[in-house]
């Protein structure tokens, strides 16, 4: 199960139940791969670290390494052989690191200059096994990871904070809505509102990209404020021009697809392919990599 995804300097990284993916990107390849002559990038699981069950939620690269949020331990953590996970930061409710899911931290915004992480997201400020479910509907909060601050509060399930030409965005996903931040402001105004359960976002171009859930689970949404609404929630991808706050495109899945977890947008790729570890259970190709003085 792919979860949270993310560039790295050699090409991705994928959060699985279990592992964190490395995939790095080959050119050379990419065109044999079938349908051949379509692709222009691949991206082949090479090598994995194995966690065990951590929930893992965003994956973010700072300060040369990969950083997860780890949701089940409630922190946000670094892969380091030979442990598991390192912890690097907790929420200042949390009063010690360990299994339980208490606060269900799941976002992380990362400097635009790619040095440090700067905000994370939770569905609420608690400290005891998923005590973040009785407060899902408004207990969200944005918190400052250098500081601890709490930021903003009574938010819906709050997702994926990302900074962006100086602006911070998130997703206020129980409310279907994207959110803007002016650096310095703590008065958070609606960019966009969409038809389904905003998740996973990534800027490019003067756009953001973001991700929508259509979430039939009713014991986890079914109080949330985007299922009240008369419209049909969608699941899909969709494009606003952050200049205007107006949809520039979108992508729907009308079948096969009922939750987009993460986004991200691949700059100067047009057809990329992702070959994952278990190609028989993808039921997709395999292929190999080896150094051309093999062959």
């Avoid at 390192?86 to 339980?100: E, K, L, N």
């Avoid at 976002?201 to 014991?219: K, P, Q, V």
């Avoid at 987009?260 to 992702?274: D, E």
Wanted: proline share 8%; charged share 15%.
């Amino acid at each position: 199960q792919a979860m949270g995804v993310c560039r790295t300097p050699a090409g991705l990284a994928v959060g699985c139940r279990q592992m964190i993916w490395q995939l790095p990107a080959d050119r050379a390849i990419a065109p044999s791969l079938s349908p051949e002559r379509e692709h222009d990038i691949a991206f082949l699981a090479r090598t994995g670290h194995l966690t065990g069950p951590l929930m893992v939620h965003d994956l973010a690269w700072a300060g040369e390494e990969l950083w997860l949020v780890n949701t089940l331990f409630n922190c946000l953590a670094t892969c380091s052989s030979p442990w598991s996970f390192v912890p690097r930061w907790q929420p200042p409710f949390i009063a010690q690191i360990g299994p339980g899911d208490h606060c269900h931290l799941n976002g992380l915004a990362v400097a635009e200059d790619g040095g440090a992480p700067l905000w994370a997201t939770a569905l609420a400020e608690t400290d005891r096994p998923n005590g973040w479910r009785e407060r899902k509907a408004r207990g969200g909060c944005l918190i400052h990871v250098p500081t601890g601050d709490i930021a903003l509060r009574g938010l819906a399930m709050p997702h994926s904070p990302r900074l962006y030409q100086g602006r911070l965005l998130l997703l206020n996903s129980g409310e279907g809505s994207m959110l803007g931040l002016e650096s310095g402001s703590r008065q958070p105004f609606i960019l966009a509102t969409l038809p389904g359960f905003t998740r996973g976002l990534d800027c490019f171009a003067g756009h953001a990209f973001i991700g929508l859930s259509r979430i039939r689970e009713t014991a986890v949404f079914g109080d949330l404020p985007v299922r009240q609404t008369n419209q049909e929630l969608r699941c899909g991808l969709a494009i606003i021009d952050l200049a205007s706050g107006e949809l520039a495109g979108f992508l729907w899945f009308h079948s096969g697809v009922e939750e987009i977890f993460s986004v991200c947008v691949l700059p100067g790729w047009r057809n990329p392919v992702i070959l994952g570890p278990d190609t028989q259970t993808d039921q997709t190709q395999t292929a190999w990599l080896v150094p051309p003085a093999s062959l």
